[in-house]
């Protein structure tokens, strides 16, 4: 039950008021809220639930240990929500007498100092070092100075795979730079500006909490170290400068990738790849794993790297088509000849990354899935419902355009083309008969849309009708927001039929301003 965790926590929190230093009560603190991180209760907001609870059970309690528990929850809390009823509990304690620890106006006062950036020129993890010091600290002293270490594995999508805190500071940094200035060649160091390393900490942090919410976590991010420290790098994270909105890093744009896919085809180490067509598709999808699962950075080649691109992310993520299948190793083989040198690898570290391509192209070319045979559908059906190879895709846009998956279309593909509005407007039409003439003959009555009203629909109606459905079903093609396919997939796990979701998510779309975010709302359903 939870009173009975927050009354252990309560009793834990009197080893708080025995602590003298603030950077020792907010490890405390943020180990006591990392205790629940990333658990999931089906229908139940943990977060909530846990986090707010205690803190009105420290309220409740009156004592000195509940006002140390709720000051560090006040600067430590996962939520603003979470913090701002810690503070006006913490207030009600004090003004009722409860004894304040000795580091209560000390807490929360960390200031950044520099920040760095540690790892090897394979690049697969990072550890991002960011220095602290509080305010009232001698700046000619080591008093409350103090490193925080985040690993970021980028090989799992950026999250972050270790945290911890050091005050051994000079040591730390002396270490690092030893290793990369003669110790070991292929050891990496560099100072980051303070803006640039809240970026790659916000973006850790992100990551990490999708791959919990999606369950892809993997085992060690729920537990230990990420977990214990995870509130205190939220915490951390806050108080770094951030970029002017003009400098914020985006994605490669497509124009962008587009010229370094040129260039690769045009070098000498593309020149032996005989397709030139699967070549070029083929690098499209090294170039986009790249930049938008490997934090912008499609040079950066490695071992792991190729493993995790080839036997995880293109088999879950990409339809190839045969000639891709088999062209795929080679221009890999040709992009890691390329691109290595280009991001700095010695020669010896490219060959290691070719022997690794080759050692996975057996278990890439026996186990990589055949999706038309999978689902039943037709290859040419597949390639109409995913023209950009995104497997992910391919559930949502079935559910859209049903008709895509059907024969009923096979002599009028152009007339029904959903990459264009004339063709999603035709295709809607069809799911829609029943309701007024269909455009076309058929071969049969077609039940995945609005069931027949056995009347002729007024024409405004119709036309206002398919405007919703039309919106709705191009959201679904594009996947925006992610929320709305996972809104239709939490109401067809309840039994609504397909007609009856699609209403529903009409509605949500239909009720919402111009511009509004509806995730909330989706989320909600």
Request: one cysteine or more.
């Amino acid at each position: 039950m939870p009173e009975a965790v927050f009354a252990e926590m309560l009793r834990a929190a009197r080893t708080l008021l025995a602590t003298r230093e603030p950077l020792d009560a907010e490890i405390g603190v943020s180990e006591m809220l990392g205790s629940w991180w990333g658990r999931r209760v089906p229908g139940v907001d943990v977060e909530r639930l846990l986090g707010e609870g205690l803190v009105a059970h420290a309220e409740a309690s009156g004592s000195a240990a509940g006002l140390a528990l709720l000051t560090g929850i006040a600067v430590l809390g996962t939520t603003v929500h979470q913090r701002e009823l810690a503070e006006k509990g913490a207030t009600a304690l004090a003004e009722n007498g409860a004894a304040r620890p000795v580091w209560a106006d000390a807490i929360g006062r960390a200031r950044p100092v520099a920040a760095y950036v540690s790892g090897n020129r394979f690049g697969d993890t990072d550890d991002i070092i960011t220095t602290f010091r509080y305010d009232g600290a001698d700046s000619g002293s080591d008093a409350g100075e103090h490193a925080l270490i985040a690993v970021v594995d980028h090989n799992s999508g950026g999250v972050l795979r270790d945290a911890w805190v050091t005050t051994k500071v000079e040591q730390l940094l002396a270490h690092c730079r030893g290793r990369a200035e003669g110790g070991d060649p292929m050891a990496t160091f560099a100072q980051l500006k303070l803006e640039r390393a809240r970026v790659l900490l916000e973006s850790a942090v992100t990551q990490t909490d999708r791959a919990i919410a999606a369950g892809s976590g993997g085992q060690g991010i729920t537990d230990g170290s990420p977990a214990a420290h995870h509130a205190l790098i939220r915490s951390r994270v806050r108080v770094l400068p951030r970029e002017p909105a003009s400098q914020n890093r985006t994605a490669r744009s497509r124009d962008r990738r587009a010229v370094l896919a040129a260039r690769f085809l045009a070098s000498d180490a593309a020149a032996e790849l005989s397709d030139s067509y699967a070549a070029s598709r083929c690098v499209d999808h090294i170039i986009a794993y790249g930049c938008d699962v490997d934090s912008d950075r499609p040079l950066r080649v490695s071992p792991r790297k190729v493993e995790a691109f080839l036997l995880r992310w293109l088999p879950r993520r990409v339809i190839l088509l045969p000639e891709e299948h088999e062209a795929m190793p080679h221009v890999l083989a040709a992009w890691i000849r390329w691109a290595g040198p280009r991001h700095g690898l010695p020669e010896v570290a490219v060959s290691a990354t070719l022997d690794a391509l080759w050692e996975a192209t057996a278990a890439f070319t026996t186990s990589y899935l055949d999706v038309s045979a999978s689902f039943g559908l037709p290859a040419k059906v597949v390639r109409r419902l995913l023209p950009d190879g995104d497997l992910s895709a391919l559930p949502r846009r079935m559910f859209a355009f049903p008709l895509l998956t059907s024969d009923l279309l096979a002599e009028s593909e152009d007339e029904f083309d959903p990459a264009t509005r004339e063709g999603r407007r035709a295709l809607l039409r069809l799911d829609h008969f029943g309701e007024y003439e269909s455009p076309v003959r058929h071969k049969g009555r077609h039940s995945t849309g609005i069931p027949d009203t056995g009347r002729a629909a007024d024409p405004a109606a119709t036309e206002e009708a398919l405007d919703a459905h039309e919106q709705l079903a191009e959201r679904l093609w594009k996947g925006d927001p992610p929320q709305l396919w996972s809104a239709a997939e939490r109401l067809l796990d309840r039994g609504h039929e397909r007609p009856v979701v699609l209403r529903t998510l009409m509605e949500v779309l239909g009720d919402a301003e111009p511009g509004e975010d509806v995730s909330g709302r989706l989320e909600d359903l």
